[in-house]
């Protein structure tokens, strides 16, 4: 079965600044999807970013992106140049690209990301 | 499109009361999940709906039951609702296979007293 791990609960960061969450996971797979989704006070589940992993460039959405290393099986995410709004718990999360996984999702534990003004 | 909705928003229990959380998406989506989220253990899949008329179960299944009543629904059920079962409750729905993001309601808080 896959784990995907993120060792840090609790991050924080200068707005303006740049942060990085980290992300490890564990696959015997070659074949799968990485994603980093992003829960405000609202509750409510926003994808920021995918990745897939035959692709060896990394995926950029404006001021996110990520250090996907296949070998190291690690799929961490930058913000550049941090806003308020980014405050949220971060989860990074591993899809099998296999037919029979039904596409579900294997979420790591979060990180709290804090925002300072 | 309204996307995902699930109800009820809130919902307070007591041991050994049955209750049925709803789930509705409106983007003709093939597969449809529930999932748990509980402080420090990110989500954790319940059961899940590759397909209309299909249903698997996921990582922590035991206590629940659930239906996929047609393409667009899915619902789950606690028939003897326990403590443990208190949490933040998701549903989602996506398109089948590849990248396709995953599209999630906005949970269910669920208390059992």
């Known amino acids: 079965a896959q784990t995907v791990t993120q060792s840090q609960p609790e991050m924080s960061v200068q707005e303006a600044e740049t942060v990085t969450l980290s992300c490890t996971y564990d696959t015997s797979e070659s074949d799968y999807y990485l994603f980093w989704y992003k829960q405000p006070p609202s509750r409510q589940m926003i994808l920021v970013i995918r990745?897939?992993?035959?692709?060896?460039q990394n995926a950029t959405e404006n001021r996110f992106s990520v250090n996907f290393q296949k070998a190291a099986k690690s799929f961490s995410l930058k913000i550049s140049d941090s806003q308020l709004g980014d405050a949220a718990m971060y989860f990074c999360a591993y899809r099998s690209a296999s037919e029979t996984s039904g596409s579900r999702l294997t979420f790591g534990e979060g990180t709290q990301l804090t925002v300072n003004p | 499109n309204a996307g995902v909705t699930q109800t009820p928003k809130f919902q307070v229990l007591k041991t050994g009361q049955s209750m049925t959380l709803q789930c509705a998406q409106d983007m003709n989506h093939n597969s449809m999940y529930w999932y748990r989220q509980d402080p420090g253990m990110g989500l954790r899949l319940i059961y899940y709906s590759a397909s209309e008329g299909t249903t698997d179960k996921g990582e922590v299944p035991n206590g629940y039951n659930v239906s996929r009543l047609n393409k667009r629904e899915f619902s789950l059920r606690l028939e003897s609702a326990a403590p443990s079962q208190t949490s933040v409750y998701f549903c989602?729905?996506?398109?089948?296979?590849?990248?396709?993001?995953?599209?999630f309601g906005p949970g269910t808080r669920l208390t059992v007293t």
């Open positions: 990745q897939e992993a035959y692709k060896q």
């Open positions: 989602a729905s996506s398109e089948a296979g590849g990248v396709y993001e995953q599209y």
